[in-house]
């Protein structure tokens, strides 16, 4: 099954998520990068520096990242704890290296939802609603729909890891309630494609753990101090 999301939803919904069970103790993001990782284990000497001016938030970045033979650069994330939250890794767009992206990530995660300038697909509540006949026209309306926002030149994919959506499809109404689900250590990866100013068209890939981040922020609003005001 393929699927594709856009992220943006974890802060609205981490009031009303249920609960998440601690099943799941894996903290990989990317490679050997790791939720929670302290911001003092990315030393200069292995090629880190702080780009936090240019991405808006605490970051360190690394220019000499390889993945599927191809050099992109690192952006890493962190909280106000100096801990890792997320990163990406960014290049120049090509249409042979999103194809190869495409390929080599669908073999360990599915794409739950898509989104581009115009329009949106949420595969998990498409196939729910059987508005695919058979698997052809589901390729169709897929392949459609991704060549169009391409065309338009801005495209959003979220993936989850397989395991992760075989279980919770029967369940999830929609990719937004997948997402909800996911256990702590169960990776999702937006996809991005979009012109910009500096990269000119560029190829990114964010790595995070949803279910870490809601639970994170739930415990923020619990221990949120009592103040007058």
């Known amino acids: 099954m393929k699927q594709w999301i856009t992220a943006g939803v974890l802060t609205s919904l981490a009031l009303i998520a249920s609960p998440i069970v601690d099943a799941d103790e894996s ?96 595969l998990v509540y498409e196939l729910h609603q059987g508005t695919f006949a058979d698997e052809a026209s589901f390729e169709l309306a897929l392949n459609s729909f991704e060549a169009e926002q391409l065309r338009y030149g801005h495209l959003v994919i979220t993936l989850v890891e397989q395991d992760a959506l075989e279980k919770l499809f029967a369940n999830s109404s929609n990719a937004d309630d997948m997402i909800l689900k996911l256990q702590p250590g169960t990776r999702a990866i937006d996809m991005f494609v979009y012109e910009d100013d500096y990269w000119g068209p560029t190829l990114e890939a964010a790595f995070h753990l949803p279910g870490r981040m809601l639970s994170r922020m739930k415990d923020k609003v619990r221990q949120a101090p009592d103040e007058d005001f």
């Open 27 to 122: 903290t990989q993001l990317f490679k050997d990068w790791h939720y929670g990782q302290h911001i003092d284990q990315f030393p200069r000497s292995q090629g880190y520096y702080d780009c936090t001016a240019d991405l808006g938030v605490l970051a360190l970045c690394n220019d000499n990242v390889t993945f599927l033979q191809h050099s992109f650069q690192g952006q890493l994330l962190f909280a106000d704890d100096n801990t890792l939250v997320s990163t990406s890794i960014v290049t120049d767009y090509s249409d042979d290296l999103y194809a190869t992206m495409i390929g080599a990530l669908i073999r360990d995660f599915g794409m739950i939802y898509a989104e581009g300038l115009n329009d949106s697909l949420d």
